[in-house]
Nanobody
């Protein structure tokens, strides 16, 4: 099992940038796919981005070109660099990890991930 802790959330203005971090402990997740999901008030949880152990990546259409996911296996940490933030990006952002197949079709499905962090709040004001 992997323990995940998110950090880096906060209150920013539209157009600003923010970097989220997901630190893992318990075991190295070098063989895992690590993803970011988010959930806004009154809405369902949605996929944001994922990165595989071989640095493959996938993004939701809503964040393509604005968000970049990366990982540092030596530090057991995954980052989500968010730029050009919009009020619609306001949500609790969760990190998740799982030993998923190397096919990004599997990476967007939340129930496929067995390990989750507690989330970090991102609020974007207009």
């Amino acid at each position: 099992q992997v323990q995940l802790v998110e950090s880096g959330g906060g209150l920013v203005q539209a157009g600003d940038s923010l970097r989220l971090s997901c630190a893992a402990s318990g075991r190295a997740f070098s063989g895992y796919v690590v993803a970011w999901f988010r959930q806004a008030p009154g809405k369902e949880r949605e996929f944001v981005a994922a990165v595989s152990w071989f640095d493959g990546s996938a993004y939701a259409d809503s964040v393509k070109g604005r968000f970049t996911i990366s990982r540092d296996n030596a530090k057991n940490t995954v980052y989500l660099q968010m730029s050009a933030l919009k009020p619609d990006d306001t949500a609790v952002y969760y990190c998740a990890a799982a030993p998923l197949p190397p096919n990004s079709d599997y990476w967007t499905n939340g129930p496929g991930y067995g390990d989750w962090g507690l989330g970090t709040q991102v609020t974007v004001s207009s």
